[in-house]
């Protein structure tokens, strides 16, 4: 389902939890993780990426491994780490997913820091020309499903809105598949939509009623979040242009700003839907 995970760091200590995020996602899969970042300062100092080695013996994994090559052989793991310079970190991310295309993108969101930093003002049209991604935000001030120091997870709940259009079945599948692969075991799903009357989720899966709310959308779902203690927020997006276009004043960068955990954004169009549901 996810071979390939892709994580955009800042290089900052509160993309730590996302990077944490990004590598039990990929030891559970035994997936290549990539860790790319675009420095846009002038000067030539040294780039340091997180410790992977270090995080793991952390964890309790057997033993300290030495080289890349023996983390890929006890844990399937391959990790590769990409620096390079750039004006704009955003577009260069989507210039690198358009070469080297990912299953699944980890990433920091943080106030006006990491990526919202990045996205700050006009996003470059080869964004919008991007086949979108399966997306994990992880925002720092939230609590996670993946703890930093001990490398547990907990994901049994998810919240996930729905509307009468796109007909979010196939992403519904996807966030379902996403969790069962992580914990090998069935999650429970709480479809809600905002309106006046409940639209029709065309599913065979085994889920609770449509919870229907009314008011403001993005506060509605941040309520149900709570309400109903989960561990992620699964948000099917009508995004035909990339992963980075769900950010621009939507409902999903919205509800990412305020939910009270992790967001992971699903384009119902996604090319990539086909493999990660396979």
């Known amino acids: 389902m996810i071979r390939s995970v892709l994580h955009p760091t800042d290089l900052s200590q ?4 996302a990077f944490a995020h990004a590598l039990r996602i990929a030891v559970v899969t035994r997936s290549k993780l990539t860790l790319i970042h675009v420095n846009q300062n002038e000067g030539g100092e040294a780039i340091t990426f997180p410790n992977v080695g270090r995080l793991l013996v952390q964890w309790g994994l057997p033993e300290k491994y030495s080289s890349k090559s023996m983390i890929a052989t006890k844990l399937g793991l391959e990790v590769e780490k990409v620096s390079f310079k750039g004006d704009d970190p955003a577009r260069e991310v989507v210039v690198f997913l358009n070469q080297h295309p990912s299953d699944l993108v980890v990433i920091a969101t943080h106030g006006r820091e990491g990526i ?16 979108p991604t399966p997306t994990l935000f992880i925002t720092h001030s939230t609590r996670g499903f993946v703890s930093p120091v001990t490398g547990d997870m907990r994901l049994r709940k998810v919240l996930v809105p729905v509307d009468f259009t796109p007909q979010p079945s196939q992403a519904i599948n996807v966030i379902e598949k ?3 692969l992580l914990t090998g075991a069935n999650v429970t799903m709480y479809p809600i939509h905002v309106g006046r009357s409940v639209p029709r989720v065309d599913i065979s899966l085994s889920m609770p009623p449509v919870i229907l709310r009314t008011g403001d ?11 109903y203690d989960v561990d992620l927020i699964g948000m099917p997006t009508a995004g035909r242009h990339g992963i980075f276009d769900a950010l621009r004043g939507s409902t999903t960068e ?3 700003r305020h939910a009270p955990c992790p967001v992971f954004a699903v384009p119902v169009f996604s090319e990539r839907l086909s493999t990660v549901i396979s």
Do not use: C, M, P, Y
Request: proline share 0%; no cysteine; hydrophobic share 45%.
């Open 178 to 180: 996403f969790g069962q």
């Open 116 to 131: 919202d930093r990045w996205l700050k003002g006009s996003v470059s049209e080869d964004i919008f020309g991007h086949a």
């Open 217 to 227: 959308v993005v506060q509605s779902i941040v309520d149900a979040a709570l309400e």
């Open 14 to 17: 509160l993309s730590g939890s």
């Open 254 to 256: 919205r509800v990412i």
